[in-house]
């Protein structure tokens, strides 16, 4: 049955396993090891997709891959296709002649095949399907009787790769929505205020280095306790989403957006264009409505280094242009610098 020194040729695929390289360049190589140490004609590694309830080719040798490919996904419930069997009873199968689709073929009545299921033990210590890996022998199905078998540890080499991919990206998938809650408002989806003073920060170093300007803006939706108290705090968290949303479709690539406070965002935007950028931001907001009321921003302005050497400062003088921007009434700006 073995091409090849058992031995050597379950080491190499160790060391397959172990390298860094992508899961498909893995299972494709694993593939060929089927072929040249367990003596298979062809192999196929199936992915199991639990959500979808599909069987999902993805690596092959021996095969056309486009042909491969081109057979698409298999139900995992279909009670006709021999690697669907294999996920639901999570037990190695065989078959003779073309009881896969994905040997059309090879549909021979003399080639034997051997499906076995990748298990893999998840975190609580339970066994999950990770897929199954159909292999092709030419003459009939080989004697797998056998404790110790080439084909089996290849299987388990294919559910080992298959288990780490997914955890790498798992871990991939949560490192990045820490991030994300580290960095975001939860109810906006803009950036927090912790992000924006470090993006500050950033900008005024760099503007310092290029002897720039950088303008800070601060909103505040006027009458807001008002609307949380006549149409409630969903009707509220509503406004604060359509201006975040508006405020963010309107400024530039390079400019950053922030939640600050309750009813409070801020703008960084790089340049001396502040009180232009506010105004534009406040007529952006003429058509929205809250209760039957119209919804309107007060603005204050500062440009650096005009305003403030430092982002203590900037936001005091930021802070205090708002302040004179609600005292003056609805939809008011005031721009520190040209004041």
């Known amino acids: 049955m073995q091409g090849q020194d058992p031995q050597f040729a379950l080491l190499e695929a160790a060391r397959i396993v172990a390298r860094g390289s992508e899961l498909d360049a893995k ?26 309830r599909a ?13 491969l490919a081109a057979s698409g996904s298999i139900s995992a419930d279909d009670p006709a296709e021999l690697v669907a069997r294999v996920v639901r009873e999570r037990r190695t199968q065989m078959g003779q002649g073309a009881d896969s689709r994905a040997l059309a073929d090879l549909g021979d009545a003399d080639v034997g095949q051997v499906a076995l299921p990748l298990i893999a033990t998840d975190e609580s210590g339970g066994e999950e399907a990770e897929g199954v890996l159909l292999a092709w022998f030419a003459g009939g ?34 490192s990045d929505w820490m991030w994300r809650l580290a960095t975001t408002d939860p109810l906006t989806g803009l950036a927090n205020r912790v992000t924006f003073e470090r993006m500050l920060e950033w900008e005024i170093a760099r503007a310092t280095r290029q002897k720039s300007q950088v303008s800070v803006l601060l909103f505040d939706v006027d009458g807001f306790a008002k609307i949380n108290a006549r149409a409630g705090a969903e009707a509220a968290d509503d406004v604060l989403r359509h201006v975040a949303a508006t405020l963010a479709g309107h400024v530039r690539l390079v400019d950053t957006v922030a939640r600050y406070g309750a009813d409070e965002f801020a703008l960084i935007a790089p340049g001396g264009g502040g009180e232009v950028a506010g105004r ?57 610098s040209s004041s």
Request: proline content about 5%.
């Open 27 to 52: 299972l494709d190589a694993l593939c060929v090891r089927v072929i040249s140490a367990a003596g298979a004609s062809a192999a196929v590694v199936y992915l199991f997709d639990p959500v979808a």
């Open 55 to 67: 069987v999902v080719p993805a690596a092959q040798a021996g095969l056309d891959a486009a042909e």
């Open 141 to 174: 199905v080989p004697d797998l009787s056998g404790p110790q078998n080439t084909l089996s540890a290849l299987a388990d080499l294919c559910a080992v790769a298959i288990r780490q991919a997914r955890l790498e990206n798992a871990l991939m998938e949560k």
């Open 280 to 336: 534009r931001l406040r007529d952006a907001l003429t058509q929205l409505e809250a209760g039957g009321q119209p919804v309107s921003i007060a603005v204050g302005a500062v440009v650096y280094p005009q305003d403030g050497a430092t982002s203590d400062e900037l936001f005091a003088a930021a802070g205090a242009a708002l302040a004179e921007a609600k005292r003056r009434g609805g939809g008011s700006i005031v721009a520190r």
